[in-house]
T-cell receptor, first 113, second 109 residues
């Protein structure tokens, strides 16, 4: 499968714990996006990378959230001191800068208890 | 801040009827994309519109971008059960995409 993959697919954690998600984009895609989606809503932009550079981060994003793409390939999204409001589906998408299509991964569903 | 609204939130149609969803942005957009998300699935790219007043067709789907680049619509002619899902517009501004609230389409056979 050469699509976008995300791990884990599901994560249940207790409030206050740290969690880290991984996204493996389509290999030739230089742009990578992280979104958060809650039930009945559209994906909400979190952050964007071009290669290894994090070029934009949502102003709504708490300092507890951090993302990296160290070698311009896979990316990680870490949430520190999770809160119940962090419960959501976390989606990763990648694209080639020459084409408009964003290809989404299956998402990581986070439940904070 | 940037907001993209979609109406209606839900739409139930009989198979064979037409369907339209409307997308409105609070600010001028660089471009607009449309995605379809099946229940339990992830968004799948349908199309991107860039030019003011642009109209594009994909078989039974017609996409329009408003003259002011602040609104867009997706029209499906003669819906089929395979059209079921939630349709999102995503307004492009800078490096960000602002997704609308989505329209959930149910097609009754």
């Amino acid at each position: 499968d050469t699509g976008v993959s995300q791990n884990p697919r599901h994560k249940i954690t207790k409030r206050g714990q740290n969690v880290t998600f991984r996204c493996d984009p389509i290999s030739e895609h230089n742009r990578l996006y992280w979104y958060r989606q809650t039930l009945g809503q559209g994906p909400e932009f979190l952050t964007y990378f071009q290669n290894e550079a994090q070029l934009e981060k949502s102003r709504l994003l708490s300092d507890r959230f951090s993302a990296e793409r160290p070698k311009g390939s896979f990316s990680t999204l870490e949430i520190q001191r999770t809160e119940q409001g962090d419960s959501a589906m976390y989606l990763c998408a990648s694209r080639d800068s020459l084409f408009p299509e964003q290809y989404f991964g299956p998402g990581t569903r986070l439940t904070v208890t | 801040g940037q907001q993209v609204m979609q109406i209606p939130q839900y739409q139930h149609v009989q198979e064979g009827e037409d369907f339209t969803t409307y997308c409105n942005s609070s600010t001028t957009l660089s471009n607009i994309q449309w995605y379809k998300q099946r229940p339990g699935g992830h968004p799948v790219f349908l199309i991107q519109l860039v030019k003011s007043g642009e109209v594009k067709k994909q078989k039974r789907l017609t996409f329009q971008f408003g003259e002011a680049k602040k609104n867009s619509s997706l029209h499906i002619t003669a819906t089929q059960t395979t059209d079921v899902g939630t349709y999102f517009c995503a307004g492009g501004a800078g490096n960000q995409f602002y997704f609308g609230t989505g329209t959930s389409l149910t097609v009754i056979p």
